[in-house]
């Protein structure tokens, strides 16, 4: 994945976009299915059996590793990122982590509306909204690139100075 940019800004707004869009769909059907659970129009689909808690376990186990693998999966490419010289190589390096990162958030995402679709506890749903905190403090912004990135002075400039152009 490749993002065309002049600028910081630029940078940005074609990255969130890109991050909203990953995390829009999960969203929706969150509020679908949710919603509909509470008015009664849509009852667990799975409401007993032997097999039920292994199911939630693994469901629940699933949403936090996907989360987890997504935060250390990025953090280890933005160390290889580091090493790179030009600012417009780290800035697509950082935009390919970010887009994988913000896959895994969604599948992560997507094991919680669907252990709330098939089993209907209340308690997917604090897991939907702890992923979401979780994807909220992850956004893409001015310092996270500062940030991650650890870029100097210069290049820092740049990033701050969002309508400066990066070669």
Not at 2 to 15: G, M, Q, T, V
Not at 53 to 60: A, K, M, N, Q, R
Not at 141 to 165: A, V, Y
Request: aromatic share 12%; net charge positive; glycine share 4%.
């Amino acid at each position: 994945m490749k993002i065309k940019f002049n600028n910081c800004k630029e940078f940005l707004d074609k990255l969130n976009t890109l991050v909203y869009a990953i995390v829009g769909l999960p969203l929706l059907l969150f509020s679908v299915v949710y919603l509909k659970q509470k008015d009664g129009k849509l009852p667990a689909i799975l409401s007993s059996g032997e097999y039920l808690p292994y199911l939630t376990g693994l469901l629940v186990a699933l949403t936090l590793v996907f989360l987890v693998w997504g935060y250390v999966f990025y953090k280890k490419e933005m160390k290889a990122a580091r090493e790179t010289q030009d600012l417009r190589t780290k800035l697509d390096k950082l935009a390919q982590a970010t887009f994988k990162k913000f896959i895994l958030f969604f599948i992560s995402l997507n094991l919680a509306v669907l252990g709330l679709l098939l089993t209907a506890e209340k308690y997917y749903s604090g897991l939907f909204v702890f992923v979401l905190i979780f994807i909220s403090i992850s956004n893409p912004s001015q310092h996270r690139i500062l940030r991650d990135l650890r870029l100097n002075k210069e290049d820092g400039q740049k990033i701050l100075n969002k309508e400066e152009p990066i070669e």
